[in-house]
């Protein structure tokens, strides 16, 4: 059976213009921390909306932004958010706290593991550090999943399962630093990401910034932080590593300015 993916659930209020971009980004992210087959393989960054726009595609504003990034936004589709999406998630990354407030409202189980974007992006780094596990040096090549069936399902399993437990205690620090008291909870300002489909082309780039800030890195460390702490790759995968993937464009996929 293929292992199951560690998955991130990216959501927004039609799914047209933030969290598409978000997913993407993040998809990103993973992948070249990963690679793109084990990326594939061992998580699921996906995206819905509180009042989807079910079947639309994204707002073209977005996706010209996305494809200047070098990402394909083409095969997307907007949903709207469903409960079992939710129960599903193994974290949840909103677009405002509206939306986090939305999913709590809708599967109550999910305030453990349901913050804003930005939240995310300032928080996971550091919650990283105190579990003592972020890389400090360049990882080695990311192994592929290649070879007999088997060995690639293994290298995907130990992976997902590095990243639920490591998403899962960076989950419960965030947690505690919103709960806890110790620090002053932000303005809404500071953790809202601010929907552009009124703006215009500018602020649908100010907004894709927004969010590559907030994901990119922090993605990227959990996902190297989990490759240590799954292990080496089995010798099939390992043989068949290489280089960062190429987008569909042919652009480096990273989800930064180009």
Known sequence: MPARPWTVLLVCTGNICRSPMAELVAAAAV??????????????????????????????????????????????????????????????????????????????????????????????????????????????????????????????????????????????????????????VPPASDDDITDPLAAGLAEFEACAEMISQALFEPLRALCLAALGAAGPPSPTAASAAGAAPASRTGQAATGQPG
Request: hydrophobic share 50%; glycine share 12%.
């Open 31 to 184: 992948r070249s921390a990963l690679g793109e087959q084990l990326a594939d393989a061992a998580t699921l960054m996906h995206s819905a909306g509180v009042a989807g726009w079910a079947g639309e595609p994204m707002d073209p504003r977005a996706a010209a932004v996305l494809t200047a990034r070098g990402l394909d936004p083409g095969a997307f589709r907007a949903r709207r958010l469903t409960e079992d999406l939710v129960r599903g998630a193994d974290l949840v990354l909103c677009a405002a706290r509206e939306h986090r407030f939305a999913v709590v409202a809708a599967v109550p189980g999910a305030l453990r593991r349901a913050f804003t974007i930005r939240e995310f992006g300032r928080g996971a780094l550091p919650a990283l550090a105190r579990e003592a596990r972020a890389p400090s040096a360049p990882a080695p090549p990311p192994p592929a999943v290649g070879g007999p069936a088997g060995a690639g399902r293994d290298d995907a399993a130990r992976v997902a399962a590095a990243l639920r437990s490591l998403g899962a205690a960076v989950a419960a620090d965030l947690l505690a630093q919103r709960t806890g008291g110790a620090v002053p």
